[in-house]
């Protein structure tokens, strides 16, 4: 069964340090997203991509994030400066469509800001 | 966004016994519902979904009943399994160009 896949599975970095994010999404997919989760909390989203550019985002998705689809195949999430409360679970999903589409989500890639 | 913080509801059910999630969604514009399960350190994993034109799905075990009037999504398992133990999440979205909007987790304990 095909699925998304995320490196590292788990980071640790320093308050202030630039943190990139891999993810293959799914082949044929054309919609990729991120979202992150917080410890305990639910799933928030943060960005979705299509065609090669930013399709929506919300707040949290602040000027500290960027997203690149480098090589057709890789997608990546930026975090250019990071903070203690960017600690979280960052998920990669892929979708075929987008307006009522199933997400599939890859494992997660835990990012801890000391 | 409105957060569930450290504390999840929790639903605990005996192996073998049915158990009923409940879902109160926020957009009435919302047109498309899914849950999704997801385990200790995993990601979201899709269970089933529903379109605002149905009121009912059924799946393998599953059952999602949707009451728009209400705004109101359940969803139903059948035979609960220690298998079945997880957070589940319902999420929304409508069929513009809406991401998936999730909503608060319930975290599902099966008592062997």
């Known amino acids: 069964e095909p699925e998304v896949t995320q490196t590292p599975s788990h980071q640790v970095t320093q308050m202030g340090q630039e943190v990139i994010l891999r993810c293959v999404p799914i082949?044929?997919?054309?919609?990729f997203y991120w979202y992150r989760q917080i410890l305990g909390q639910k799933v928030e989203f943060l960005v979705s991509?299509?065609?090669?550019?930013?399709?929506?985002k919300s707040e949290i998705f602040d000027d500290q994030f960027s997203v690149e689809r480098p090589d057709g195949s890789n997608f990546t999430l930026k975090i250019r400066s990071t903070k203690l409360e960017d600690s979280a679970m960052y998920f990669c999903?892929?979708?075929?469509?987008?307006?009522?589409?199933?997400?599939?989500f890859g494992a997660g890639s835990r990012l801890t800001v000391l | 966004g409105e957060s569930v913080g450290l504390h999840l509801p929790t639903l605990s059910v005996q192996e073998g016994d049915n158990s009923i999630i409940n879902c109160a969604y926020s957009n009435s514009a919302s047109d498309y519902f899914i849950w999704y399960k997801q385990e200790s350190g995993k990601g979201p994993q899709f269970i089933i979904d529903i379109r605002s034109n149905m009121d009912k799905r059924q799946g393998q075990r599953v059952t999602v009943l949707l009451n728009k009037t209400v705004k109101h999504l359940s969803l139903q398992i059948a035979a609960t399994q220690p298998g079945d133990s997880a957070v589940y999440f319902c999420?929304?979205?409508?069929?513009?160009?809406?991401?998936?909007?999730f909503g608060k987790g319930t975290r599902l304990s099966v008592i062997a």
């Open positions: 991509f299509y065609n090669n550019e930013i399709s929506e």
């Open positions: 999420a929304e979205a409508n069929s513009g160009n809406t991401p998936l909007v």
């Open positions: 999903a892929s979708s075929e469509g987008t307006g009522g589409r199933v997400l599939t």
């Open positions: 082949s044929n997919h054309l919609y």
